[in-house]
Structures are given as structure tokens and as C-alpha cells.
């Protein structure tokens, strides 16, 4: 098969990967031979591939770590911050994030001021919360988020010169948070309570460095191409707005979900056999990669409308994964985005695209690079 080759994907595949997606539904467990692995689409063996321990999450992780030391203090620790935090002090420092990166928003008039959606919005607020939250001076902000572009860019990881990207851009990120952790006058409550449990456990620095990158990239990236994806729908699809605006009064909550279901920018989890088992009744070796095409499975017939989120979804999606490796930032992730509604929906009606709309080229990944935009 020609999907997720090595080679670049299609403009078409890249603006709507979705037909490929539907196609493998019924047809996986399919092999990838250029990528020595198995594609996996369907709900049911997606979901129990993603809690199988079996299945690692990506090679030399931190997140791989199943000692005590790590499981017990560090993954538990972030989980209860975030969920503790999306309730109290992290509602005011989103909400300043958006104000600050909207003001040129609200001066789109006669000027007719250029604005592009995702580098001003979308990874503009994700960044700014995150770095805050790790103490990350504002003049170190533009150039890590550099480097976390270039580790997400590597997410198709068959590409050899993507991968080498992925490396360099990994080993700047490790390196600056290694010193930046040593660094006593930056102080955050997030970094002490990580700079405490690596005190404690005895954890290496390299680990720690690890986890803040990990922070860092996952905490901006993924974030940002879902927001950009829900701005590109909004602005392309004519019943988009009316029926966003809609559910935006009636049930926040439930539209939230829905838009993470249909517009996350990760089309599949990566993960990779640690030991021999079965995935969708097929024997997987040791060593074995296997893509849980998780934006397949949430599309599935029967677990929501598939493209127009006009309801509530009847049941969870798998965008944030399950089991030990669920994402641990979900409550910061839904709470920007559902406060990226809130400010920008009342804007949409004056926005108009100057020209169209330019999406990543990966086949692991669907997400707009620019979305330019001046009031009508």
C-alpha cells in the first residue's frame, strides 16, 4: 500500500486524509512494509492495543519508564496537577494567553491587518501557557518552540531527513532543560514539583530534562494543530459557524469533545512491540511497530456523526489514547481549546481568507501551516 510510505504524501491526502482513513477500517490490520510495522484502525483494536502493556509508547521515552520511582511519582503527579490545576490558577493564565495574542484580532479594520491564525493563535497560546508554566524566559520561547516544531515535523519517522531533525531538535530541547532545571532562581510550581520528585526518586537529570521536553512539545504542538484544524473548518465549511456557535450555548462540554475527536492533528499512535502479542488478532513480534490509527477509530461508524459534529459524541474518543499512557495534559489541552472558543467564535463572522489554506504534508499528521486572514 501507498499509504504512510516513505515517500511525501499527495496535497490531497495532506488537505483530507480521511477517505485513506476509511478505506483501512475495513481493511487492517494492514502490513506497512516500508515502515516494518502493522496499521491498525478499527475501535475495538485500537483500543485494546492501547492498553495493552505490550505496546511501548516511542523508543528511548521516559514515558517507557515502569519503575516504581517513575510510574508511582512522576506520571501520577502531573495526571493530579493537571487535573487540580485546569480548575484553579490555569483558567487565568490561558485566558491572559489569548488576550495577549488576540489584540491585533481586534484591530482588523480599514488597515486591512494581516493576521495568520496559527502562528498568531493556535501555537501562540499553547506555547506561551506552557512556557509559563516551566518557567521559560519569553526570549527563549520563540526558539524552543522552533525545536518542538522540528521534533513534531519528525513524527513521520520513515522519512530519514525528518528524522535526523527529530534528533537535533530532541537533543537542543534536553540540553537546554537539563541546565535550565539546575537554574534555582526560575521557579514555577510545576518545576519545583518536578525538580522535588526527581530529588526524591533519584531520578537522573537526563530523565527530568526528558519529561520537560515532553511538557513542552506534546503541551504545544498538538494543541495548536487542533485549534488551527477547528479555525480551518470554520472558515471553509458554510454550516461550520452556525452550527459550532449553536452548541457553543447549548453544551460546551460535549461540542469540546467532539471537536478533539474529528480534529486532532495526530492521525495514528506509535507504538512499538516490547514483547510478542496479538493486535486485531494478528501475532505481533518483538520489535514490531504498530500505528493505532486512532483518528480512523474515532470516526467509526456509531461513534458520532463522522464529519459535522451537529451532536454529542455517544462515546469517548480516543484522541488523548488510554491506560498508562493517556495523555496527561488533557485537562489543560480541553481547557484551551474550549477557551479558544469562547473568544474567537464571536470573531469568525468577520474573518475572510486571502488566500487558501495550506496544510502540513505527513502522513502521521493533519494540521493547517497558515491560515492568513483579514476582516471582511
Not at 493564565?93 to 488576540?102: I, K, P, R, S, T
Request: glycine share 8%; proline share 7%; net charge neutral.
Amino acid at each position: 500500500m501507498t499509504a504512510f510510505g516513505v515517500g511525501e504524501p499527495s496535497e490531497d491526502y495532506a488537505r483530507d486524509p480521511f477517505a485513506t482513513l476509511d478505506m483501512l477500517l475495513g481493511a487492517c490490520p494492514v502490513r506497512l512494509a516500508d515502515r516494518e510495522g502493522w496499521a491498525v484502525a478499527g475501535r475495538g483494536s485500537v483500543l485494546a492495543a492501547l492498553r495493552d502493556d505490550r505496546l511501548a509508547a516511542t523508543d528511548g521515552s521516559t514515558f517507557n519508564d515502569r519503575s516504581p520511582a517513575f510510574r508511582n511519582s512522576v506520571a501520577r503527579m502531573l495526571r493530579a496537577w493537571f487535573a487540580h490545576e485546569a480548575d484553579r490558577a490555569l483558567p487565568d493564565l490561558v485566558n491572559a494567553a489569548f488576550a495577549d495574542a488576540m489584540a491585533p484580532l481586534f484591530a482588523l479594520g480599514p488597515a486591512d491587518l494581516v493576521v495568520d491564525l496559527v502562528a498568531d493563535i493556535a501555537r501562540a497560546v499553547p506555547l506561551a501557557v506552557m512556557a509559563a508554566l516551566l518557567g521559560v524566559p519569553p526570549a527563549h520561547r520563540q526558539g524552543l518552540g522552533r525545536l518542538a516544531g522540528g521534533l513534531l515535523a519528525s513524527y513521520d519517522s520513515s522519512w530519514s531527513e525528518r528524522a535526523a531533525s527529530g534528533v537535533r531538535s530532541k537533543q537542543g530541547l534536553d540540553g537546554y532543560f537539563v541546565l535550565h532545571l539546575t537554574r534555582a532562581e526560575i521557579g514555577t510550581p510545576l518545576l519545583d514539583a518536578l525538580r522535588d520528585i526527581g530529588l526524591k526518586q533519584g531520578l537522573p537529570p537526563a530523565a527530568m530534562a526528558d519529561v520537560c521536553t515532553k511538557l513542552l512539545v506534546a503541551g504545544t504542538t498538538t494543541t495548536a494543530g487542533c485549534l488551527a484544524s477547528i479555525l480551518a473548518w470554520l472558515l471553509e465549511d458554510p454550516a461550520a459557524y452556525p452550527t459550532c456557535a449553536e452548541r457553543a450555548d447549548a453544551e460546551m462540554p460535549a461540542l469540546v469533545e467532539d471537536l478533539i475527536r474529528l480534529r486532532s492533528p495526530v492521525l495514528a499512535l506509535k507504538r512499538i512491540a516490547t514483547a510478542e502479542t496479538t493486535v486485531a488478532g494478528t501475532p505481533v513480534a518483538p520489535g514490531a511497530r504498530v500505528y493505532l490509527l486512532t483518528a480512523a477509530a474515532n470516526r467509526e461508524r456509531g461513534a458520532a456523526a463522522p464529519d459535522c459534529p451537529a451532536a454529542g459524541p455517544t462515546q469517548r474518543h480516543l484522541s488523548f489514547g488510554r491506560g498508562r499512557h493517556a495523555c496527561l495534559g488533557a485537562p489543560l489541552a480541553r481547557l484551551e481549546i474550549r477557551t479558544a472558543l469562547t473568544h474567537l467564535l464571536p470573531l469568525v463572522p468577520r474573518l475572510r481568507l486571502l488566500e487558501p489554506i495550506q496544510w502540513r504534508r505527513a502522513w502521521l499528521l493533519h494540521e493547517p501551516v497558515s491560515i492568513r486572514v483579514v476582516a471582511s
